[in-house]
């Protein structure tokens, strides 16, 4: 105890101070990442190859920059037109989250409510006939997250993308079919986000591809993305195809029209790399002035797992290492967490001719895209594979906390308590809970117990953070390790209102 005295006595005197942001601390991240490119770009190869991809084109963004990219085989066969960054691809439902985030513009701006009746904005809606009588009118937020209790429709949707306004706002007029009551479930429905496509055009007064482009993709700078087709350089756009019979099959391409905001998108590797950056740069959360079309507070709304869906016990790495995940609902995105913590937002993309996807992992600022020409093309595997041989190979590590000054503070004056546990309660440094959930003498006596087996203090270590108030750090020994964690309470000034202290190895 004496040694742990000495140690603290150097410890300066800290105070309160503003927030501070998560930061990275790999040297040379950057180089560690950029080594990893030819292991991955032979792993795009092999699965292209093996899977009948006429062609493919990635990408890799790290810290809101795309930093590699790849085009494999041809955007046309029969001309052979190779496959490149600039390639045109139709991403299909990747489209979803665009129409998601002019949702929360929207609403930003005070002229939608998520909670609001969808009927309110659409006003056909107002006679839908529900399952039962105590049912609740459909929300704006459940088109969000796919709780409409609309029955899932990817076979007929997908069909879809051309048709009007008018045949749209027709399947309400005629009385919508349900399988289920609003906010009972998750199923995945094009119509729902085709029906948001249309409020937007209703609360704005522009139709939904030209806000859009106006307020997400030219601020963006995403200047060679495109609804129709027929406006793509023919020299970029990628040709969709079928394999079929051990050949491919060209597909024909379908206009754009009312179904454009679940899956109308044309848009490049290097024209999308710039709307993930804006997802990436949503964090991490920090006092920066705010640079994009849409705050990067709504951005993280956005990413939000709001609608939990299954969790997947037997899942796997893609080097088969078991590991159980958790996926979710977002608005327009897809969520998951896998069995290290470690978080994925992005979406899937599918239509006759093209498969897609893309996934950012903000805690590590990466993400990657592909787009594939052949119908329904998986990309989610080989993109999984990608980042997790990026990860791997490359050992980069997520953001860092620091810890906020009144943790570290509380930690200085905590370590002169347990020096000397007499000490506790004039110390003004715990909550009011405190000595009714611990005993100062029991907590004296486990201290004595936990240094005898320590050995002599070594050194303390920097406070872990897990959030502005709540941390722990390691007093170091020369036989075992001491970990004390402790958690604050919401006053102002903060008290320690948990406290724990743990011999560990």
Same mark, same amino acid.
């Given at each position: 105890m004496r040694?742990?005295?000495?140690?603290i006595s150097f410890l300066?005197?800290l105070?309160l101070a503003q927030?501070k942001?998560?930061?990275?601390? #790999?040297?040379?991240?950057?180089?560690k990442?950029?080594?990893?490119f %030819?292991?991955i770009d032979?792993?795009?190869?092999?699965?292209a190859e093996?899977n009948h +991809?006429?062609g493919?084109a990635y990408?890799i963004v790290?810290d809101g920059?795309l930093v590699?990219?790849g085009?494999i085989?041809?955007?046309d066969?029969a001309k052979?037109?190779?496959?490149d960054?600039?390639?045109?691809?139709?991403?299909a439902?990747?489209?979803?989250?665009?129409?998601?985030m002019?949702?929360l513009?929207l609403r930003?701006?005070?002229?939608l409510k998520l909670?609001?009746?969808?009927?309110?904005?659409?006003?056909e809606m107002k006679g839908?006939?529900y399952?039962?009588? #105590?049912?609740t009118p459909?929300t704006v937020r459940?088109?969000l997250?796919?709780?409409?209790?609309?029955?899932e429709?990817?076979?007929w949707g997908? =069909?879809q993308?051309?048709v009007s306004d008018?045949?749209?706002i027709a399947i309400?007029k005629?009385g919508v079919?349900?399988s289920?009551?609003?906010?009972l479930?998750?199923?995945?429905?094009?119509?729902?986000?085709?029906?948001?496509?249309?409020?937007?055009?209703?609360v704005?007064g522009?139709?939904?591809q030209?806000y859009?482009t106006e307020?997400i993709?030219?601020p963006?700078g995403?200047?060679?993305t495109y609804?129709?087709?027929?406006?793509?350089p023919?020299?970029?756009?990628?040709?969709?195809?079928r +394999?079929?019979d051990?050949?491919?099959?060209?597909?024909?391409?379908?206009h754009?029209g009312?179904?454009?905001?679940m899956g109308?998108?044309?848009?490049?590797?290097?024209?999308f790399?710039?709307?993930?950056a804006?997802?990436?740069d949503?964090?991490?959360? =920090?006092n920066?002035a705010?640079?994009?079309?849409?705050?990067r507070?709504?951005?993280?709304?956005?990413?939000?797992p +709001?609608?939990?869906?299954y969790?997947?016990?037997?899942?796997?790495?893609?080097t088969?290492r078991?590991? %159980?995940?958790?996926t979710?609902?977002?608005?327009g995105?897809r969520?998951?967490?896998?069995c290290?913590n470690?978080i994925?937002?992005?979406?899937?993309?599918?239509?006759?001719?093209f498969g897609?996807? +893309?996934?950012v992992?903000?805690d590590y600022?990466?993400?990657i895209?592909s787009?594939?020409?052949?119908?329904?093309?998986r990309?989610? %595997?080989?993109?999984?594979a990608?980042?997790d041989?990026l990860l791997m190979l490359?050992?980069?590590k997520?953001?860092?906390?620091?810890p906020?000054?009144i943790?570290?503070?509380?930690?200085a004056?905590?370590?002169n308590?347990?020096?000397?546990?007499d000490?506790?309660?004039?110390?003004?440094?715990f909550? #009011?809970n405190?000595?009714s959930d611990?005993?100062?003498d029991?907590l004296?006596?486990a201290?004595?117990?936990?240094?005898?087996?320590a050995?002599?203090?070594v050194?303390?270590g920097?406070v872990?953070?897990?959030?502005?108030?709540r941390g722990?750090?390691?007093i170091k020994?020369?036989k075992?390790n001491?970990r004390?964690s402790f958690t604050l309470?919401?006053e102002n000034p %903060?008290?320690?209102q948990e406290?724990?202290? #743990?011999?560990?190895q």
């Amino acid at each position: 105890m004496r040694k742990l005295l000495y140690a603290i006595s150097f410890l300066p005197s800290l105070a309160l101070a503003q927030y501070k942001p998560a930061t990275f601390t #790999d040297a040379d991240r950057l180089k560690k990442i950029e080594a990893t490119f %030819p292991v991955i770009d032979q792993l795009y190869k092999d699965y292209a190859e093996k899977n009948h +991809w006429p062609g493919t084109a990635y990408g890799i963004v790290v810290d809101g920059k795309l930093v590699h990219t790849g085009g494999i085989g041809y955007t046309d066969i029969a001309k052979k037109i190779s496959v490149d960054s600039k390639s045109e691809f139709r991403i299909a439902s990747m489209t979803k989250s665009l129409t998601a985030m002019a949702i929360l513009k929207l609403r930003d701006q005070g002229k939608l409510k998520l909670d609001d009746p969808a009927y309110l904005y659409i006003p056909e809606m107002k006679g839908t006939k529900y399952l039962t009588k #105590d049912a609740t009118p459909f929300t704006v937020r459940n088109l969000l997250t796919h709780t409409a209790g609309f029955p899932e429709d990817n076979p007929w949707g997908d =069909r879809q993308l051309a048709v009007s306004d008018a045949e749209l706002i027709a399947i309400y007029k005629k009385g919508v079919s349900l399988s289920t009551n609003p906010g009972l479930g998750y199923e995945y429905s094009n119509l729902g986000f085709a029906t948001l496509g249309y409020i937007i055009k209703k609360v704005s007064g522009k139709t939904y591809q030209v806000y859009i482009t106006e307020n997400i993709l030219k601020p963006l700078g995403m200047l060679h993305t495109y609804w129709e087709y027929d406006r793509v350089p023919k020299d970029k756009l990628a040709h969709g195809y079928r +394999w079929l019979d051990g050949q491919w099959v060209e597909q024909p391409l379908l206009h754009d029209g009312a179904y454009g905001a679940m899956g109308g998108l044309i848009t490049s590797i290097e024209d999308f790399s710039k709307y993930m950056a804006l997802h990436l740069d949503a964090w991490p959360v =920090r006092n920066d002035a705010e640079t994009g079309p849409v705050k990067r507070s709504s951005v993280r709304e956005m990413q939000y797992p +709001w609608d939990v869906n299954y969790l997947t016990a037997n899942a796997k790495t893609p080097t088969g290492r078991p590991c %159980p995940n958790v996926t979710a609902y977002a608005y327009g995105l897809r969520w998951m967490k896998d069995c290290d913590n470690r978080i994925y937002v992005g979406h899937t993309g599918g239509l006759p001719g093209f498969g897609s996807q +893309w996934n950012v992992m903000p805690d590590y600022g990466v993400g990657i895209v592909s787009f594939g020409n052949v119908t329904y093309a998986r990309a989610a %595997p080989i993109n999984n594979a990608a980042l997790d041989t990026l990860l791997m190979l490359s050992g980069i590590k997520p953001r860092v906390l620091p810890p906020s000054n009144i943790l570290n503070q509380r930690k200085a004056e905590l370590l002169n308590v347990i020096a000397n546990w007499d000490t506790a309660k004039a110390s003004g440094i715990f909550a #009011d809970n405190f000595f009714s959930d611990y005993f100062p003498d029991k907590l004296k006596v486990a201290a004595t117990e936990a240094f005898e087996k320590a050995g002599k203090t070594v050194s303390i270590g920097d406070v872990v953070a897990e959030n502005q108030l709540r941390g722990y750090f390691i007093i170091k020994g020369e036989k075992a390790n001491i970990r004390v964690s402790f958690t604050l309470t919401p006053e102002n000034p %903060p008290l320690i209102q948990e406290y724990h202290l #743990d011999v560990v190895q």
